[in-house]
């Protein structure tokens, strides 16, 4: 993936702030973001690019409106259902069709990922529906489907956002629905829950969501929602896998070789986990090459850019079109693509009447390629900070 430069964007787009308070609401427009896509009423999620410039977008089924779950955006604007029709249908068994695709997401390999929950409405999980499907873009054929059985899936789990570390052969998935980090051994198929009692996967009491002046309250407890551990983003060349719980304001992270370390106690994986930084709420990540993060800022309409090191941020882009920023994806020639769902319009956060207002919008604005700073670089930063260990090095 491209990374930003400061030098270029710091004068056009925004002035460095601290990242401990929530950005402020505005309406603002920016000119420099532009539609790429709308749906009128299929409510969108996820976006990725492939390293050739494929464009894929998902839809969950929270509503009697969901059609296709999976499509790929052509060239001249037009779509197709993706890697099928058949995966698309609404009718046949759980396990051989998509239920409720919340994520998709291209590795270095080229290779796109396909994360369905299966919990349509997040209600609950529909037995036999959770998977993880392995596609290969050259093919556009399915080449492995992963299962999840209820003790990685239970019930009320919703399996929510993905990462691949192609060179240890993990998947790292989050668990917005109860709270938790799934670890899938690509090679042998295992997974694992952890972390699914630690308080860095759950969302934070106390905490309240405003977003486009709308208070999203869930009306069972006339508090927020308790979405937990959401936003996630791969550090490949520092072995760290950072997330966030949406319903928050704390970005932890935790050492990939540690995930992966089938020996370490829950006690023992517990204390691994790094505390970095006190943050607005977000929804999507992004990682950068250089170990920065972009992170999407639900409340305002923005996306900004955080450096672990240093804990500073910039905003790249703040409009009040992005309707709950949802998922980044960054293609090739230095787009990056946001998605805005509009969740705080849905009928369960709205007394059970939709406040959305269609078409949903895939948004897309140029940035700039970056010069990535080196280990040395990082380190004078912050001198005191030791270099990290490469412990999933491309």
Known sequence: MKTISFLCFLAALSTLRSIAAPPETSPTLNLNLEEAAVFQNQQITGVTVSKTGRLFVNFPFWSDDHTDS??????DGSTRPYPDSKWNNKKGAAKS????VQSVYVDDEDTLWILDPASPKMEAVVPDGPKLL???????????VFRFDPSVT???SYLNDIRVDIVSGHAFITDSGTGALIVLDIKTGKARRLLHEHPSTKAEEGVELLV??????????????QIHSDGIALDKEGGWLYYHALTGRTLYRIATADLINPKLTTEELG???????TTSAPDGMLEADNG???????ESGAIVHFDPRSKETATLIEDSRIQWPDTLSLAPDGTMYITA?????MPQYNGGKSQQKGPYTLYRFKMNPPSPKSPEEQAAQNPDSPLPNSSTGR
């Not at 204390?271 to 930084?277: D, G, L, P, W, Y």
């Not at 920065?292 to 639900?298: D, P």
């Not at 769902?341 to 319009?345: D, E, G, K, N, T």
Request: aromatic content about 4%.
């Open 70 to 75: 999976v499509l790929e955006i052509l060239p």
């Open 97 to 100: 069709r998509f239920i409720c």
């Open 134 to 144: 392995q596609v290969n873009l050259k093919t556009d054929k399915v080449t492995q």
């Open 154 to 156: 239970p019930e009320k």
């Open 212 to 225: 486009d002046g709308i208070k999203v309250i869930d009306p069972k407890t006339g508090k927020a929602p």
């Open 271 to 277: 204390k691994k986990v790094v505390n970095v930084a």
């Open 292 to 298: 920065s993060l972009y992170l999407t800022a639900i």
């Open 341 to 345: 769902s509009q969740i705080h319009r």
